[in-house]
């Protein structure tokens, strides 16, 4: 990697131009990497949203495409920084783009990034370097690099494979395994994942007051609460209404004879989704919380039908949310609510229930014409929203929401809805 004042500027310059054009214009620039330099530019396009602070500073240079792919955004990057806030000393085993070790580096007595890919380990360095050797007015301090570590930081590097390199005693030690397999096809169960979180905790464990493992939004939860060792936390955590990632905290289990760690049914489930950049859903249960009332209302389907946040109907915080709010199930597996009782603070979307329309066949046929454009969703239903509209030919979109829905001793259903409209104050 050759970062000069030169490519920086190149970039920013041609930031907003077509890369194609300016691949077959490289002769033109002859003191000017181009390919890497439009491999930057498209990279930084990719991340803007997603790292908005980082897409700010032209020092920074960004990761290859998987690794930009994987890397939190910011928002779960402070989220995670929330986490591990109050402790002294961090180790970072699958370091990345960085973008997580940095978040969480701040406050820390001590942080250790270790990686395996050279290249990756030295545009970390280059980046922390440049985020960290600037003073307030956001000019560099002209500080150099130290060896092993970074000069005027708490930061160390490591370039290597961390299951291979000694395993420092820290307070939290922090995982990201990699989601791609060997032919570079995405997969989500743990053990398919590199490294191997469930073969190598034992031996973390007896390294760190806490291990922080990412994991994939795809990721059956109670796969990872049967296999992983003294969990006692679980985040789920989204960006506008999408499951972005699930962060599972584990301890070292007390040694033999000085107590046993309270089972599974005492572990926290946090629930928090970023809807905008002033309001977000928050909601935390133990899985003890979770086993009550999950009974299907017995008159059907009410005034208002409860749709809990996507984080929510991952995190299965159903039983839950009936124990803590005057709501129902339609039916043991459908997960929506319903209720005559409107609840300004339900952590999710509420719709006012305009028709209930028991399914048929004959009903498909007539849909289109009474209903010509609509929202789709299907829950429990015969059917996939996608089929669903096929079968109707309605066109997404506008003011009206169907839900196919399976509701207790009434069978499948077509619920036509619209979004509660918030009574404004004065």
């Known amino acids: 990697?050759?970062?000069?004042?030169?490519?920086?500027?190149?970039?920013?310059?041609?930031?907003?131009?077509?890369?194609?054009?300016?691949?077959?214009?490289?002769?033109?620039?002859?003191?000017?990497?181009?390919?890497?330099?439009?491999?930057?530019?498209?990279?930084?396009?990719?991340?803007?949203?997603?790292?908005?602070?980082?897409?700010?500073?032209?020092?920074?240079?960004?990761?290859?495409?998987?690794?930009?792919?994987?890397?939190?955004?910011?928002?779960?990057?402070?989220?995670?920084?929330?986490?591990?806030?109050?402790?002294?000393?961090?180790?970072?085993?699958t370091g990345g783009m960085g973008v997580d070790f940095w978040y969480m580096s701040e406050g820390m007595e001590r942080a250790i990034y270790t990686e395996r890919n050279e290249g990756l380990c030295e545009v970390a360095r280059h980046n922390f370097q440049a985020q960290k050797g600037r003073n307030p007015s956001g000019e560099p301090t002209g500080t150099n690099?130290?060896?092993?570590?970074?000069?005027?930081?708490?930061?160390?590097?490591?370039?290597?494979?961390?299951?291979?390199?000694?395993?420092?005693?820290?307070?939290?030690?922090?995982?990201?395994?990699?989601?791609?397999?060997?032919?570079?096809?995405?997969?989500?169960?743990m053990e398919?994942?590199?490294?191997?979180?469930?073969?190598?905790?034992?031996?973390?464990?007896?390294?760190?007051?806490?291990v922080l493992v990412k994991l994939s939004p795809m990721v059956d939860l109670t796969d990872v609460l049967r296999k992983l060792k003294g969990v006692t936390d679980v985040h789920v955590v989204g960006v506008k209404n999408e499951c972005k990632?699930?962060?599972?905290?584990?301890?070292?289990?007390?040694?033999?004879?000085?107590?046993?760690?309270?089972?599974?049914?005492?572990?926290?489930?946090?629930?928090?989704?970023?809807?905008?950049?002033?309001?977000?859903?928050?909601?935390?249960?133990?899985?003890s919380d979770n086993v009550h009332c999950v009974s299907p209302f017995p008159f059907g389907v009410r005034g208002l039908l409860y749709?809990?946040?996507?984080?929510?109907?991952?995190?299965?915080?159903?039983?839950?949310?009936?124990?803590?709010?005057p709501v129902w199930q339609l039916d043991y597996d459908t997960h929506l609510m319903t209720s005559d009782e409107?609840?300004?603070?339900?952590?999710?979307?509420?719709?006012?229930?305009e028709e209930r329309i028991p399914f048929s066949s004959k009903v498909l046929k007539r849909l289109k014409k009474e209903m010509p454009q609509a929202n789709i969703a299907t829950r429990n239903f015969v059917m996939t929203a996608d089929e669903l509209r096929r079968r109707t030919g309605i066109k997404d979109g506008g003011e009206v929401y169907l839900f196919g829905v399976k509701v207790k001793d009434e069978g499948q259903m077509l619920l036509k809805c619209r979004k509660k409209v918030v009574p404004s104050h004065p």
């Open 145 to 189: 690099l130290d060896e092993g570590g970074l000069a005027d930081t708490n930061i160390e590097i490591r370039c290597g494979d961390g299951r291979k390199l000694p395993i420092p005693s820290v307070d939290v030690i922090y995982l990201d395994p990699a989601r791609r397999a060997g032919d570079g096809s995405r997969v989500y169960a």
């Open 1 to 93: 990697m050759n970062w000069t004042p030169e490519l920086r500027d190149f970039i920013q310059a041609h930031i907003n131009d077509d890369t194609a054009e300016l691949l077959l214009a490289a002769r033109r620039y002859a003191n000017v990497d181009v390919p890497f330099a439009v491999e930057q530019i498209e990279a930084r396009r990719r991340l803007k949203g997603k790292l908005p602070e980082w897409y700010a500073n032209p020092e920074l240079i960004m990761g290859g495409r998987v690794p930009a792919e994987q890397c939190s955004s910011e928002l779960t990057a402070r989220y995670k920084q929330g986490i591990v806030e109050g402790l002294r000393s961090l180790c970072d085993m």
């Open 192 to 210: 398919d994942c590199e490294p191997n979180i469930v073969e190598w905790q034992d031996e973390l464990l007896k390294h760190a007051k806490m």
């Open 342 to 353: 409107w609840i300004p603070d339900f952590p999710g979307r509420v719709f006012e229930v």
């Open 245 to 287: 990632e699930v962060l599972v905290k584990q301890a070292p289990q007390p040694p033999k004879g000085e107590g046993i760690r309270s089972g599974n049914e005492n572990v926290q489930i946090h629930c928090v989704d970023f809807l905008t950049d002033n309001r977000k859903v928050e909601y935390t249960f133990s899985l």
């Open 307 to 325: 749709e809990p946040d996507v984080t929510l109907m991952k995190a299965g915080a159903f039983g839950s949310l009936c124990e803590r709010y």
